[in-house]
């Protein structure tokens, strides 16, 4: 497996590569408010994923990921950089992750920007992200970070009792009793 078809695909990627050996947590499908009408007149807007770093030994920091699996979705971005810049801005680092490197051609990529394609089962940086001065993140921006989150570690839970149920019923049968 070396590219992704699908943004569940490429945000299981992003997680490993985010999560494994740093102190950063990952939260995909971040709203720009709560509720369905912002009161300052701004659409709502969904990003595909923010990382913040959590320990100060290891830098506090925003990075905002912009996931595109094919060419014509990276050029609507391009048309409509408003889009992103409802997130950008309070991201001290910005990342493009892509299935394929021709997806993005030379000159494409937004000053500052890093770019992560598929490799293998995970992701290469090939771009890296210019650190830049960020706006506080909004009070009801972080709420919605934190009920994703929530959600995310609820559905985690879930899953692992669900496997711990499914182990401890093939261990009864295998031993000849019964988890009843």
Same mark, same amino acid.
């Given at each position: ?17 985010? #999560? ?10 971040? *709203?720009? #408010? ?9 659409? &709502? ?6 990382? @913040? ?5 290891? +830098?506090? &920091? %925003?990075?905002?990921?912009? %996931? ?25 680092? @910005?990342?493009?992750? @892509?299935?394929? *490197? ?9 000053? =500052?920007?890093?770019?992560? %394609?598929?490799? *293998?089962?995970?992701?290469? *940086? ?5 650190? #830049? +001065? ?6 009801? &921006? ?12 609820? +559905? ?12 401890? #019923? ?5 031993? =000849?009793?019964?988890?009843?």
């Amino acid at each position: 497996m070396s590219n992704f078809k699908t943004e569940a695909e490429a945000i299981y990627r992003l997680r490993k590569h985010v #999560q494994d050996g740093t102190a950063e947590i990952l939260v995909a499908g971040i *709203r720009n #408010q709560l509720g369905s009408a912002s009161p300052w007149g701004e659409p &709502m807007r969904t990003a595909d994923a923010l990382s @913040i770093g959590v320990y100060p030994s290891r +830098e506090l &920091m %925003v990075s905002f990921y912009e %996931v595109k699996c094919n060419r014509g979705d990276w050029l609507a971005e391009l048309k409509d950089p408003s889009k992103a810049a409802a997130f950008t801005r309070y991201a001290n680092f @910005i990342w493009l992750v @892509i299935p394929d *490197r021709r997806m993005v051609h030379d000159g494409e990529l937004p000053e =500052g920007w890093g770019l992560l %394609v598929a490799y *293998r089962d995970g992701l290469r *940086r090939i771009t890296v992200a210019i650190r #830049q +001065e960020v706006e506080p993140m909004p009070l009801a &921006m972080m709420a919605r970070m934190l009920v994703a989150d929530r959600a995310r570690t609820n +559905e985690a839970i879930v899953r692992a009792v669900a496997i711990i149920k499914e182990g401890t #019923q093939v261990l009864n049968e295998t031993k =000849g009793g019964s988890d009843g």
